[in-house]
């Protein structure tokens, strides 16, 4: 299971990395947010081992892992992206990736 998700986070940040590329900011975000989503879904995993539902998870990290918690908020309650934020974004799903000893997306 967590093989399968480092896998889908590896692919969301690939995926944002060519939409970032080509200029269009909305998927490139939207694709780095997917990336966020699945970190959180593997680290509620690898808590509780199981997967848990969005209406679980989000209360789960606010107690649980609340730098996480509010990472998602932050970028998910944003009305439109830019660059710099694009960018940001990807860096904190990297460096949240690094955190947990998962395989660079460079790799």
Known sequence: MERSL???????ISVGDRYLEKGNLELACDS???????????????????LMPLRELRPFLS?????????????SEMPSFDGLTASALRDEVTTLMGM????SPEE
Request: charged share 30%; aromatic share 14%.
């Open 63 to 75: 107690v649980k892992y609340p730098d996480v918690g509010r990472l998602i908020e932050k970028y």
């Open 6 to 12: 480092v896998e889908r986070i590896r692919t969301f």
């Open 32 to 50: 780095y947010l997917d990336a966020l989503y699945a970190l959180a879904v593997l680290i509620a995993y690898r808590d509780t081992g199981r």
């Open 100 to 103: 947990m000893s998962l395989p």
